[in-house]
C-alpha cells in the first residue's frame, strides 16, 4: 500500500520558517516527480514546487519564488519543502503528491497524495 506522509505544518508568524516532510512507503519514487500543493479555504488546489527524481529540474510557483526550496533524499524517499519568509496568504493545507509514471523530466501526471498538512501563518 503507497503512503505518503506529510509532516512539519503548523502555527508561525508571518517572516517566519517551516519545513515541511513528505516521506513515502509501500513503494519507492526515486524515478518520479514529487511535488507540493496547497489548498487554502475557498480556493482551487495549486501546485506550489515540483523537483524531478534527480533534483536536476524544479517547479515553483511564482508565489513562492525565492522563498520555497525543495528537495529530495532518494535514499531515505523523502522530499522537503523549506518554506521561509512565510506570509499569511501562504496559509494553506500542504499536499505531497508523487507522480504516476517514472521520467527523466519533470512530470505533472500526479497519482498519489497525501493526506495534508495544515500550515497557518498569522500577521
Known amino acids: 500500500q503507497v503512503q505518503l506522509v506529510e509532516s512539519g505544518g503548523g502555527l508561525v508568524q508571518a517572516g517566519g520558517s517551516l519545513r515541511l516532510s513528505c516521506a513515502a512507503s509501500?513503494?519507492?519514487?526515486?524515478?518520479?516527480?514529487m511535488g507540493w500543493f496547497r489548498q487554502a479555504p475557498g480556493k482551487e488546489r495549486e501546485l506550489v514546487a515540483a523537483?524531478?527524481?534527480?533534483?536536476?529540474?524544479?517547479y515553483y510557483a511564482d508565489s513562492v519564488k525565492g522563498r520555497f526550496t525543495l528537495s529530495r533524499d532518494n535514499a531515505k524517499n523523502t522530499v522537503y519543502l523549506q518554506m521561509n519568509s512565510l506570509k499569511p496568504e501562504d496559509t494553506a493545507v500542504y499536499y505531497c503528491?508523487?507522480?504516476?509514471?517514472?521520467?527523466?523530466?519533470?512530470?505533472?501526471?500526479?497519482?498519489?497524495w497525501g493526506q495534508g498538512t495544515q500550515v497557518t501563518v498569522s500577521s
Open positions: 523537483i524531478t527524481w534527480s533534483g536536476g529540474s524544479t
Open positions: 509501500g513503494r519507492t519514487f526515486s524515478r518520479h516527480t
Open positions: 503528491a508523487a507522480a504516476g509514471g517514472s521520467s527523466l523530466y519533470l512530470s505533472y501526471d500526479f497519482a498519489y
